[in-house]
């Protein structure tokens, strides 16, 4: 029987594009929109903020320095959230109905640049009861720890929570926990998924 539900963030509830991002970057830099991705792929640096190796400031500063970009630290965390889109994939009925009878929590890989204007913009995250941030656990889908946070989050068994992300690779990792879970493709899917599970009306 499941007891929790877990919601990915990015491409299941909050839409994003990053190449609005990468545009703004080249823009400013003079490098092509296909080269600020080439340039920052290599070192590593998304990574490592998402995992929670390195804080914010230090990341812009390096970052910064590998894409020859001059700005300032509000002004680059401006350009580096200008990927999200403003409507939602997820109604926040749905969302609601699921809280207010299922421990609702969120598992993303994610990083405070992100997650604070995300937090900012969309009402929704005021339905999740718990918040599994991976630059927070210091570990990122799939590794088994970040599944191991939200198993604990969630407060039952990896059997009793439901997961839905939009990779396969991280379905993959929260089944290999023995966490049910579904690829997302459109909110009424996953809304047919839950159905299959859980009542909430």
């Given at each position: 029987m499941i007891k929790a539900v877990i919601f990915d963030l990015g491409r299941v509830i909050v839409p994003f594009d990053f190449h609005r991002g990468y545009?703004?970057?080249?823009a400013l830099?003079?490098?092509?929109v296909e080269e600020v991705p080439a340039r920052i792929r290599p070192t590593g640096l998304v990574e490592k903020l998402e995992s929670g190796q390195i804080a914010p400031r230090e990341f812009v500063k390096q970052l910064s320095a590998v894409l020859n970009l001059r700005c300032t630290y509000e002004e680059f965390c401006e350009i580096w959230s200008?990927?999200?889109?403003p409507d939602a994939l997820v109604p926040e009925k749905l969302l609601e109905g699921i809280a207010a009878r299922y421990?609702?929590?969120?598992l993303s890989n994610t990083n405070a640049i992100h997650?604070?204007?995300?937090?900012?913009?969309?009402?929704?995250l005021r339905h999740f009861?718990?918040?599994?941030?991976?630059h927070v656990a210091g570990a990122m889908k799939p590794s088994p720890e970040i599944y191991r946070q939200a198993v604990e989050a969630a407060g039952c068994k990896p059997e009793e929570c439901f997961f839905t992300d939009d990779i396969p690779e991280y379905i993959?990792?929260?089944?290999?926990?023995?966490?049910?879970?579904?690829?997302?493709?459109?909110?009424?899917?996953?809304?047919?998924e839950l159905r299959r599970r859980i009542t909430w009306d």
């Open positions: 545009a703004r970057i080249a830099t003079g490098l092509s200008c990927v999200f889109l421990r609702l929590v969120l997650f604070d204007m995300i937090r900012a913009n969309y009402p929704h009861h718990a918040l599994v941030l991976s993959e990792g929260a089944l290999r926990y023995g966490i049910d879970a579904v690829q997302f493709h459109s909110a009424a899917q996953i809304e047919a």
